[in-house]
């Protein structure tokens, strides 16, 4: 025995299910043939702009970018060096929000190149006056000699973060860090009175001061800091992260780069005459 109310009702008749059976044939999506299968699956993949992921291009761009507007603060700082320490506070805070921050801001990111830029043209201006004028292309061109060499190493695969080479390199950037902070605080309470402090200390029985070998040290620590630069853009693009941490990629590379330049500036001063 049917319900009533259905089989009394027009929308559950039979004629209604056929008609409704015969609507549902006509827009019945068709088989697709293998000629139609193989034109789709020949189609190109989506670019990883079109999947808003990361990319080399893309990277090299916001680093780029990143990069000019630390030379437009860099010629500020040269013409104006008394913005010096204002360039360092504000490169400070900004670096250590960029540092912390999980999602990466664009626009603190391009304001850190600014200050950062403002910071290394003083640094610069200074070095300009202190010793000779060569000291700062000299600077400039081994800066761009060990980036272009580390990212060809890099490329080539012949160069590659390791888990125990990077233990090593945290355990001597903590050992540099303290040792730059006993430096400024001898430094700042007059302990030793000498350009870089600690540094010019000769080495015993050589005329060796202690800012060369250390200076070498700290640019091959710089260099590797790259090649985990390096690593970290690799992995981001081959594992799909989103597009937004090229930002994240652009900002630390350009750290390096600074620490990098400024590590070969002081160590180039060691072999130059001062004015």
Known sequence: ??????SN???FSAKAAKRQAAKEAAIAVPTPSAEQLNEHFGLPDATPAQMDRMSY??????????FLILVAGAAIGWFVPALLLPALVVGLVLGLVNTFKKNPSPTLILLYAAAEGVLVGAVSAWYNRTF??????MAVFGTLAVVGITLALFASGKVRASARATKIFLVAMVGYLVFSLVNVGLMMFG???SMFGMRDAVIPGTSIPL???LG???VLMAAYSLVIDFDFVKRGV?????RRYGWTAAFGIMVTVVWLYLEILRLLSYFMPRN
Not at 1 to 6: A, E, G, I, R, Y
Not at 57 to 66: A, F, Q
Request: glycine share 10%; aromatic share 2%; hydrophobic share 35%.
């Open 211 to 213: 800012g060369v070998p």
């Open 57 to 66: 291009e893309d990277t090299i761009v916001k680093t780029g970018v990143s």
């Open 216 to 218: 070498i040290l700290v």
């Open 238 to 242: 081959e594992s799909g992260q989103p």
């Open 191 to 193: 302990v030793t009175n």
């Open 132 to 137: 000779s004028s060569g000291l700062v292309p």
């Open 9 to 11: 009702s027009p929308a």
């Open 1 to 6: 025995m049917s319900n009533p109310v259905f």
